[in-house]
C-alpha cells in the first residue's frame, strides 16, 4: 500500500513538473510571438527609401537626426541612383524615390497603369560642381567647353588654356539623375565613350584627387568637404561673369547655370509617417540639416509647390 502511494506521489511531482514545463514553453513562445509580430509591425511601418546617390548621405542624416528624435520610427535608406528609387516607387517597393532629376513621362505613364500617382517634393537645391585636380591651372570654363569636354570633343587641357595633358573623364552611371541632368541640360548629347562612369560621388571626387588631368561633376554637398579638388566656376557663357556654386546666392538666384532641383516621389499622399517625416525634412530642423550637408534649403517658390503638391 505505501509502495503505491510513493508511486502515486511521484507520477504526481512528474506531472506538476511536466506542467511547469510546458506553462514555461508556452510563455517562451507567447514572448517569442510578441518579439515577432513587434517586429512585422515595425517591419510594416518603416519607411522604405530608395534612389539617388546625390541625396544618399544626405536623406540619411535627415533619418538618423528624425529617428534619434522619435524613438519607435524606422527609416532604411539606400541608393542605386534615380533610377533605381523610380523605379522602386513605380513597383511599389519604397515609400520614397529620391531622385536628382525629375521624373520621365514615360516614367509616370508606367506607374499610373500600375495604380501608382507619382508627387514630387523638392527638399533641397544643388549647385552641380564642375571639379578638377586642385593642381590643375584651368580654373575658370563657360557651359560651352563643359559640354564639349564631356562629349570629348576637346581631348587635351591645352585647348581650353592649360597644360599639354588628355583630358581624364569622370562621370556617372546611365541609372543616375546625374547622368541624365547632364546629358539634357549641359550636353545636349551623349557622354563620351571615354568616361569613366563612376558608381556615386565619394567615387568621383577620390579619383580626380588622384588624377591630375581629371574632370568630372558631383553635387555641391560633395564638393565643399573635399581638399584636393578645384571647383570650377562657370559662365553662361564666353565674355560672361564666372560663377562658383559654393556661394549661396549664386546657385539661388540662378546667376550659377548649373543648379537643380533635389526631389523625393512619393505616391499620391503620403501616409502619415511617411507625411511626418517629409514635414521634418521641410521644416527648420531639417533645411538646417540641408545646409549642414553642404546643400542649399528649398526658396520660397518651391515652398509654395510643395504645399501645392503635398495638398495642404
Known amino acids: 500500500m505505501l509502495h503505491d502511494q510513493v508511486i502515486l506521489l511521484k507520477k504526481v511531482k512528474k506531472s506538476q513538473k511536466e506542467g511547469m514545463k510546458m506553462k514555461k514553453i508556452k510563455s517562451t513562445l507567447l514572448i517569442m510571438l510578441f518579439i515577432s509580430m513587434t517586429s512585422i509591425s515595425n517591419a510594416q ?19 538618423e537626426v528624425y529617428m534619434q528624435e522619435n524613438p519607435g520610427k524606422y527609416i532604411s535608406v539606400s541608393g542605386g541612383g ?26 509616370i505613364k508606367q506607374a499610373q497603369a500600375l495604380g501608382v500617382e507619382p508627387k514630387r517634393v523638392v527638399i533641397a537645391i544643388d549647385g552641380l560642381s564642375i571639379i578638377s585636380n586642385k593642381n590643375n591651372p584651368v580654373k575658370e570654363l563657360t557651359v560651352d567647353q563643359v559640354g564639349k569636354i564631356f562629349r570629348g570633343e576637346v581631348k587635351n ?15 556617372r552611371q546611365s541609372n543616375s539623375g546625374t547622368f541624365d541632368f547632364m546629358v ?19 567615387q568621383i571626387v577620390e579619383a580626380i584627387e588622384q ?3 581629371g574632370i568630372g561633376y558631383v553635387g555641391v554637398g560633395y564638393a565643399k568637404e573635399a581638399t584636393g579638388i578645384t571647383v570650377i566656376r562657370i559662365a553662361t557663357k564666353a ?3 564666372y560663377v562658383s556654386p559654393l556661394v549661396f546666392e549664386n546657385v539661388i538666384t540662378g546667376e550659377y547655370p548649373i543648379s537643380r532641383p533635389l526631389n523625393q516621389y512619393v505616391n499620391g499622399a503620403p501616409k502619415k509617417n511617411v507625411r511626418d517625416f517629409i514635414d521634418f525634412e521641410l521644416g527648420i530642423k531639417g ?5 549642414e550637408m553642404g546643400f542649399f534649403p528649398i526658396p520660397q517658390e518651391y515652398k509654395d509647390f510643395n504645399k501645392q503638391s503635398l495638398g495642404n
Open 45 to 63: 511601418d518603416m519607411i522604405q527609401i530608395k534612389g539617388s546617390d546625390t541625396l544618399i548621405n544626405l536623406v540619411q542624416k535627415l533619418a
Open 82 to 107: 534615380s533610377g533605381t528609387g523610380v523605379a522602386g516607387l513605380i513597383n511599389s517597393k519604397c515609400d520614397i524615390a529620391d531622385a536628382s532629376r525629375l521624373m520621365k513621362d514615360k516614367e
Open 157 to 171: 587641357w591645352n585647348e581650353i588654356g592649360g597644360l599639354n595633358k588628355p583630358i581624364t573623364l569622370y562621370g
Open 184 to 202: 539634357s541640360e549641359i550636353l545636349k548629347g551623349d557622354h563620351a565613350s571615354t568616361m569613366n562612369r563612376m558608381n556615386g560621388n565619394s
Open 211 to 213: 588624377d591630375s588631368s
Open 239 to 241: 565674355g560672361g561673369k
Open 287 to 291: 533645411q538646417q540639416i540641408v545646409e
